[in-house]
Each structure stands twice: as C-alpha cells, then as structure tokens.
C-alpha cells in the first residue's frame, strides 16, 4: 500500500524555523517527483513546492521563494521542507503529496499523506 | 499565473440528485485539468484527470468533461459520502501549479 506519513509539524514563533519531513513507503520513491501542498485553516489548497527524482529541479510558490527549500533522500525514502523566516500567513496543514506520474511535466497530486499542522504565532 | 475559477461555491443538492460543479481557467490549460475532493479532516484525493479519465477506484457516477479553458465535475446521482468539497487543479502551464477555490456540495 502507497503511504506517505507527514511529521515535524507544530507551534512556532515569527521568524522561526522548522523542518517538516514525509516518510514514504509501498512505492518506489526514487522515481517519482514529490511535492508539498499546504492549507490554511478553513482556505483552499496552496501548491508550495515540487521536487523532481535527481533533486536537479526544484520550485516554489512565490509566497515561499527564498524562505522555503525542498529536498529529499531517496536511500531514506523522505522528502523534506525546511521553512525558515515563517510569517503567520504560513500556518496550515502542509500535506506530502507524490506525483501522479514520474516526472513534473504532467504534475497531479496522488496520493497525499494526512498532513502536518504548523501554526507560526506568538 | 493561470487563475482557475470555480462555481458556485457552494451545491445544495439532495441525494440522488445530479450535481455539476463547473471550472473555469484564465487562459487556456488544453485537457491538463484533475479534480480532487477533500472530506472534512481529511486529504484531499485525485478523481479525474486529463479532464475526463477516472483515477483507479473512482465510481462511475463521477464525470469530467471540457477542454481548453471551461470544465465541468458532474456527480450524476449524489450518495451521502460524496458531500465535501471539490476543487480542480490545472497541470499544463507550470509553475505554479494552480488550484481553483473549491465548491462545497451540500445537503439540500
């Protein structure tokens, strides 16, 4: 069974940091992109950013251009996002998604982990 | 950035009924467009992609239609568990990959 499993989600002041991490099992990890997509409470879905195989492309939203960065480890099977200099604007749930297909070229989300809340405030 | 647009924002229909939620995109996206529907407290999961292909366990009564810059979702007969929310997401010009607002479908 395909499972992705989000953690490292929690409470964090303005300007802080914090590393979420989604672990991946029943599928072949390396051979699919990765993303993350988050939700602010009772709002819509935010695409954040996406990873391809290699680790070569990497993309964000321009709400999180410089702030946030993307990687994973495919020996591990994990995919990260380290946010720093996070901004009330930043909570939501961030769920771990994995691509449909392989690449990034035709780029839907299935299947999705249950998600990780991170509230920033003081 | 392509802007998609959902209507209404909210179905009321009653089970059995036929709901059509309707996605519109600012410019065009081909058939690079998937729906998901979210449950409360949940992920959301693929329906449809490439406009119209069900994704693998995904029931029949569940359609998708359109081209270019105008789709639709349509349920053809409501059962309880399909009230949540739906939004469709366009794949062809990226990044960013965008999401419509989404359309809750209700209980009449």
């Known amino acids: 069974e395909v499972q992705l499993v989000e953690s490292g989600g929690g409470l964090v002041k303005p300007g802080g940091s914090l590393r979420i991490s989604c672990a991946a099992s029943?599928?072949?990890?390396?051979?699919?992109?990765m993303n993350w997509v988050r939700q602010a409470p009772g709002k819509g879905l935010e695409w954040v950013s996406s990873i391809n195989t290699a680790s070569s492309e990497t993309f964000y939203a321009d709400s999180v251009k410089g702030r946030f960065t993307i990687s994973r480890d495919n020996a591990k099977k994990s995919l990260y996002l380290q946010m720093n200099s996070l901004r009330s604007e930043d909570t939501a749930v961030y769920y771990c998604?994995?691509?449909?297909?392989?690449?990034?070229?035709?780029?839907?989300?299935?299947?999705w982990g249950q998600g990780t809340l991170v509230t920033v405030s003081s | 950035d392509i802007v998609m647009t959902q209507s209404p924002a909210t179905l009321s229909v009653s089970p059995g009924e036929r709901a059509t939620v309707s996605c519109r995109a600012s410019?065009?996206?081909?058939?690079?467009l998937a729906w998901y529907q979210q449950k409360p407290g949940q992920a959301p999961r693929l329906l449809i992609y490439?406009?119209?292909t069900r994704a693998t366990g995904i029931p029949a009564r569940f359609s998708g239609g359109g081209s270019g810059t105008e789709f639709t979702l349509t349920i053809s007969s409501l059962q309880s568990e399909d009230f949540a929310v739906y939004y469709c997401q366009q794949y062809n010009n990226w990044p960013p990959w965008t999401f419509g607002q989404g359309t809750k479908v209700e209980i009449k």
């Open positions: 410019q065009s996206v081909s058939s690079n």
């Open positions: 490439g406009a119209s």
């Open positions: 998604a994995r691509s449909y297909m392989t690449s990034l070229t035709y780029n839907l989300f299935h299947p």
């Open positions: 029943g599928f072949d990890f390396s051979i699919y992109s």
